[in-house]
């Protein structure tokens, strides 16, 4: 979707981190197109036919493109300061209110008109060449770097910390795996509980305090928070892997070195996480957050493992469905503005790119439906425009945003929609909650690549319109819970892995159902604790008698 | 030097089937996500077992009584597995088709749009929104009875037994219906669509026999071959000059293929009705689960390793004889 006018124009703004992202978002575009073309025949014609109508509306387009930034510097930057977003806001509402909106209303508006359909009504067929990607496949790119992450920590777990326990040369912390056995049965019941909960509160104030400083526009505190806790994380805990690491390896090593290696590490992390990296880099370094942390959390006694487990997962169906949760509060927040959520996401969407998993016709029952717009755009031009496409794609339904209140704020409430499953976590201790943004139809096509490439400037999540996102959160505690069997048994790693695996799998299918915003952890801990104590106390028994004389059934 | 055995074990044990794995079923998603599907089974199926092995104390020590409980499970759980399957993509439509009749829709909508932009000058709004519904509704039966007729083309051998569900599944909306409710179920419809493509079946019942086989392996397999990187090695009750993880490795080597070809060969003998094939499958699963009763002390290890190891290739030649007479392979979609 990329056009030689928008990249001039993000060249010229060398200040902005938000062009940069979007530099980096229409490469990543690029390279979806070209994963996508090898399965499918994709739309080589439809980035054609974009430039097409842009180059046929090259005023309009500019005009547009002026006053939509002018509006997202306004409203949606990283540091908002204007009066405006009050007003900005309260109109977001409304039109938030209006996407929901029978559409029935729109249908009778959708015949005005007509001139612009009979101009562009080729132009239009043409940009609808068939998008379909596999939903399959977007489940599976999350399901990926879910298994990297619990191999990572199984394998560190059964080399690193086995060692250890013969070494104990870690002079760092307190082991605590072998004190997980008090003889008391009284502290057996109620330490893991009064940790749990200590544990519990403590995530709910982060999230409390992160909801509060979103909500009320400390950004530069809250980015602050971050990048600190994230940096102390790599730093800390990245440090004294290191050190076990080379103490398994038998490795001496100065100090300074030390000290250079682990500054550059984590100083880098903050660089590929927070501003700009090759995604390689900015994968690599969450699920590197993630192993650290779960790796930290591993070591708590087994008892407090799983009550913590538990707790949290709990928690997480109140964060995320229920109304007051504060994950719920944070998505909608954004949503209001338009924003991707400040936090540790796993974005799995740029392999999947442009992919269009739901269409909204409702009139044509045939499987495949064609992929429609729903954006509109405050000038009466794009509104026009969009009505007339909205037309073409779809017969009946007409999207809302069609109908005269369009303003640039619907759109960011279309980018909204997007961000509407996400999921938050700070870093620390973040609760896990899931975000798992299914799709949206609307933004499949864009009209105009200026029109969305401003749009994702602000959110990374807009350019491509299937993503599942998968807080950080859930990644550790899934390390966790695999972790904790790795201490155990190979037998117990395996069925915990594959039922951790499952889970997310049917957490992933009721989000292709549902389309909202779920908790990834209940389901998968669930299973994964329900078959951790199944292998523990019968199948390992029963295995082991079968193994012992090597016989195979 | 236990390092080596380890490593060695493991790609005795597991190569096979992970260069199966990843050469041809991780080029697909779908079959990725099968696979996981097919070892959650096969995990059921075990803890079901061990927990009936639990239950029932007196027979704990009895291997007569272990196994072919055992092997019921497993066989239960595939059977079910396979219905699980045959409800959730018989009668779709695969992924080209379907990219096919997305082409085939855009053209056809373009060419009613067309018509429609004409008519719009000449009808009043209502009459002309009503026509449009009609025309809508017209190319729904198109659509519909196209892709019927292209699956019924492509599946003759496939038994469709499950109709009822899976249109249910694939329920049109009625002209008659709510507006909201169809555009619901439309709307969960294309969102399924590409998830829920018809795989091609004999690939996809072989990656369920590599996940469970997989998952089989790692869990038979696995704590014994963890044991191989300690100080020291250890040699078989049966044979006393054998590594004892070298045999477990050559006997779990042939039983991942095993599941491999078992799950093609009962899922294509569920579909096709030739039940002797799931004859074959359950045969082989007994005999070979009999037969490692030989590794047990004061037997011959050699009764049992090579009997399987000839099983196992008489039961790949036997899958792909089959596949081939039934030209399911030639008809890869």
């Known amino acids: ?553 | 030097m236990t390092q080596v055995l380890f490593f060695g074990c493991l790609f005795v044990a597991f190569s096979p089937a992970i260069a199966f794995f990843f050469f041809v079923i991780a080029r697909n998603s779908q079959l990725i996500l099968l696979s996981i599907g097919g070892s959650f089974f096969w995990l059921l199926s075990i803890l079901l077992a061990s927990i009936w092995w639990y239950i029932i104390p007196p027979m704990r020590s009895s291997y007569w009584f272990i196994i072919p409980f055992s092997i019921a499970f497993q066989e239960l759980f595939r059977y079910i597995f396979y219905r699980l399957y045959s409800w959730g993509f018989n009668n779709r439509p695969s992924l080209s088709q379907i990219q096919q009749l997305h082409q085939e829709q855009l053209r056809l909508q373009f060419i009613r749009d067309q018509q429609e932009k004409d008519n719009n000058q000449k009808l009043p709004k209502d009459e002309n929104k009503e026509l449009r519904h009609e025309q809508s509704l017209e190319y729904e039966k198109d659509n519909s009875s196209l892709s019927s007729s292209s699956i019924s083309n492509q599946s003759s051998s496939v038994n469709n037994t499950d109709q009822s569900s899976s249109s249910s599944s694939k329920k049109k909306p009625d002209g008659d219906e709510d507006k909201d409710i169809s555009e619901s179920v439309t709307d969960i419809n294309a969102r399924l669509e590409t998830l829920s493509a018809r795989p091609n079946h004999t690939l996809s019942s072989a990656a369920i026999g590599t996940g469970s086989g997989l998952t089989y392996g790692f869990v038979m397999f696995g704590s014994i071959l963890w044991d191989a990187t300690g100080p020291g090695t250890l040699f078989s009750p049966a044979c006393p000059s054998t590594n004892l993880f070298m045999v477990s490795a050559i006997l779990t080597m042939c039983i991942i293929l095993l599941h491999i070809c078992n799950s093609v060969l009962a899922f294509q003998g569920y579909r096709s009705k030739q039940y002797h094939i799931v004859a074959f499958v359950l045969l082989t699963h007994f005999i070979v689960s009999y037969l490692t009763l030989l590794n047990q002390p004061e037997r011959n290890c050699v009764g049992s390793l090579v009997p399987i190891i000839f099983i196992t290739i008489i039961s790949i030649i036997y899958t792909f004889y089959n596949l081939l007479r039934s030209d399911s392979i030639t008809k890869i979609d």
């Open chain 1, 1 to 553: 979707m990329n056009s030689p006018n928008i990249t001039s124009r993000n060249n010229n703004d060398p200040i902005d981190n938000n062009n940069n992202n979007n530099n980096n978002n229409n490469s990543n575009n690029n390279n979806n197109n070209n994963n996508i073309k090898n399965h499918y025949n994709v739309n080589n014609i439809s980035n054609i036919e974009s430039d097409k109508i842009k180059n046929s509306f090259p005023d309009d387009d500019e005009s547009y493109d002026g006053e939509y930034e002018n509006n997202m510097t306004s409203s949606s930057g990283s540091i908002p300061t204007d009066n405006n977003n009050n007003s900005s806001n309260s109109n977001n509402n409304n039109s938030l209110f209006n996407i929901f909106l029978d559409e029935k209303n729109k249908k009778s508006e959708e015949d005005e008109d007509s001139d612009f359909e009979s101009e562009f009504g080729k132009h239009e067929y043409e940009l609808e060449t068939p998008e379909l990607v596999d939903y399959s496949e977007s489940i599976v790119n999350i399901l990926i770097p879910v298994c990297i992450t619990m191999l990572i920590c199984i394998l560190l777990i059964r080399t690193i910390t086995m060692n250890e326990q013969t070494v104990q040369a870690s002079p760092l912390i307190h082991n605590d795996i072998n004190d997980a056995e008090p003889s008391d049965s009284q502290t057996l019941v109620f330490n893991p509980i009064i940790n749990s909960i200590i544990f519990l509160a403590v995530i709910i104030l982060s999230t409390f305090i992160m909801v509060v400083l979103y909500k009320f526009k400390f950004m530069k505190a809250l980015y602050g928070w971050l990048i600190g806790t994230s940096i102390l994380l790599l730093g800390v805990f990245g440090g004294y892997l290191f050190i076990l690491i080379l103490i398994y390896c038998n490795v001496p090593l100065d100090y300074i070195t030390f000290v250079v290696v682990i500054w550059n590490f984590s100083a880098g992390g903050m660089v590929c996480i927070y501003y700009y990296a090759p995604r390689l880099f900015h994968r690599a370094y969450l699920i590197s957050i993630a192993v650290l942390m779960a790796l930290f959390l591993t070591r708590l006694p087994e008892w407090t493992t799983w009550a913590i487990l538990a707790l949290v997962s709990i928690y997480d169906i109140f964060a995320v469905l229920c109304p007051g949760g504060p994950l719920k509060q944070l998505i909608d927040t954004a949503k209001k503005r338009g924003e991707e959520i400040p936090a540790l996401i796993y974005n799995a969407s740029v392999y999947i790119g442009m992919a269009n998993l739901e269409s909204n016709d409702s009139n044509q029952s045939s499987p495949i439906s064609p992929t429609t717009i729903t954006n509109t755009v405050s000038t009466p031009t794009k509104s026009q425009f969009n009505q007339q496409q909205n037309e073409v794609s779809q017969p009946s339904p007409l999207p809302n945003e069609s109908s005269s209140c369009s303003t640039l704020n619907e759109m960011l409430e279309d980018d909204d929609d997007h961000d509407e499953n996400q999921m938050n976590k700070t870093i620390s201790s973040s609760p896990s909650s899931s975000d798992i943004s299914d799709t949206n139809t609307d933004h499949s096509i864009q009209i105009s690549p200026d029109l969305t490439t401003s749009i994702s400037s602000n959110n990374l999540s807009t350019k491509k319109p299937s993503n599942i996102k998968l807080g950080l959160g859930d990644f550790v505690f899934y390390s966790v819970l695999v972790g904790r069997a790795a201490l155990n048994d190979m037998i117990t790693v395996c069925t915990c892995f594959i039922a951790v695996i499952t889970g997310l799998f049917l957490t992933l299918f009721l989000l292709a159902l549902l389309k909202r915003a779920l908790p990834a952890l209940p389901m998968s801990i669930g299973l994964g604790i329900l078959f951790y104590f199944i292998t523990k106390v019968i199948l390992t028994p029963y295995l082991l008698f079968i193994g012992s004389t090597q016989v195979f059934i």
